[in-house]
């Protein structure tokens, strides 16, 4: 029987990319992190990380591994979810410059474009402020990363690129119980963003708890 005051259980989605690295972030922010990489392991979490990585191979390895339906599933009948990176773009209902066929999970009502920053800028650094979040702008770190193209009215837009060619850019986003950054906050130490989605899994619980949707 679960206490109120347990850990809650948080998955990371243990097919391919940079798992340990959210599994430290999570265990950090408050959490237990398991790896899941079968659907009976999604089953006994109450929320879970699509991490930084490839997310072509992730969504191929997630189809054969059998994950990619019950992700789906689990994402739209309300299971928090967080995605960084190439996880952004697995939540992501629509693609850009994604090959033809890419599958997603979905979840999130936005248009992703990947590899969005262009050759030149592969990766970089810069300091990006969220919205609600305490504590001053986060350093976020992007490589070959994915920006919001278009964000649909249930959409909560929570960062933006600011200066630069990529001005303006959305790169954080969150809709209900699922949040996307195009940035990977696991690879920096600053645990705020996976503390914020650890508190939206205990809030989710707790109104579970109570009956409400
Ligand atoms: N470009 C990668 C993709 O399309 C994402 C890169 C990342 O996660 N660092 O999946």
Do not use: K
């Amino acid at each position: 029987m679960r206490e109120p005051t347990d850990p809650p259980v948080v998955g990371v989605l243990a097919l391919q990319g940079d798992v340990r690295e959210h599994v430290a972030a999570l265990r950090a922010g408050g959490a237990e992190a398991v790896a899941v990489r079968r659907p009976g392991e999604l089953a006994a979490v109450d929320g879970i990380v699509l991490p930084g990585g490839e997310s072509t191979t992730m969504a191929t390895l997630a189809a054969r591994w059998g994950l990619l339906e019950p992700l789906r599933d689990a994402v739209r009948a309300g299971l928090p979810a967080y995605g960084s990176c190439a996880g952004m773009i697995l939540l992501a209902d629509r693609l850009l410059d994604a090959p033809p066929g890419q599958r997603t999970v979905g979840g999130l009502d936005v248009t992703v474009r990947r590899n969005a920053f262009g050759r030149q800028v592969d990766s970089f650094e810069t300091r990006v402020e969220l919205d609600g979040l305490a504590g001053g702008p986060l350093h976020a770190v992007f490589i070959r990363a994915p920006w919001v193209e278009e964000a649909g009215p249930g959409v909560q837009v929570l960062g933006r690129v600011v200066g630069g060619a990529a001005d303006g850019r959305i790169v954080a986003v969150r809709q209900g119980d699922v949040v996307a950054t195009s940035f990977h906050p696991e690879l920096t130490g600053d645990r705020r963003v996976h503390a914020l989605f650890v508190d939206i899994v205990r809030r989710h619980l707790a109104d579970a708890e109570r009956g409400e949707p």
